[in-house]
């Protein structure tokens, strides 16, 4: 369901960013159609069982250490899950260990695996995700690949239907080295998400040494 103007506005801007980004809908029947687009290897997307999709949520949950409000994973590899839209949380944010748009920390040099699911409900939109330099505030329209980046998965399509326990969800990985110490940010490239929504977050890459 449609909550607000700016829902609306948003939900007209699928139909632009479909045009925008034409693999968009392609991507759900063609997944191997937009490597191209990719900067880092990935996994094509795929669709998932919401039982698959609650236990990613509780995988997310149980990965990384939260400090404050900030998740801090450790070691030489980590495992980000990201939800976007997870089930009782705020709609139009990504959850992270449980939390809403938390700061990230990973060590320098860790092997991260990033994967993002889309659990849209309402208003039924497209998320992916990009990590990079560009800081807040958010033009409307982001361009992708933004500057110093390290990551990205592609829009996700939102479920396949309203009924949560039946619905199929889009989900997909990528993997990255946080090579270079410094402030990054991961945000949704979705025209208006990063702006509108604040669908963004601070990701730290540290040196062992800092705290
Ligand atoms: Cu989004």
Redesign the pocket.
Known sequence: MLRSFSQVAAAALFALATIMVPHLTARAVAPHSSAAVRSTASASPHQISYKTAKRLIHQSEHTGMKMGKMVMFSGKSAHIIII?NQPGLKDMTFAIHGMVNPEVTVPVGAKVQLTLVNMDFGGG?A?GIVIGKLTPPYATAVPVPVPGQIAQIPLLAPRSRQTRSQAKYYADSTTFTAKKPGTYYYL?Q?PT?AKMFK?YGKFEVVKPSQP
């Open positions: 976007a939109m998320h949704c979705m998400h669908m």
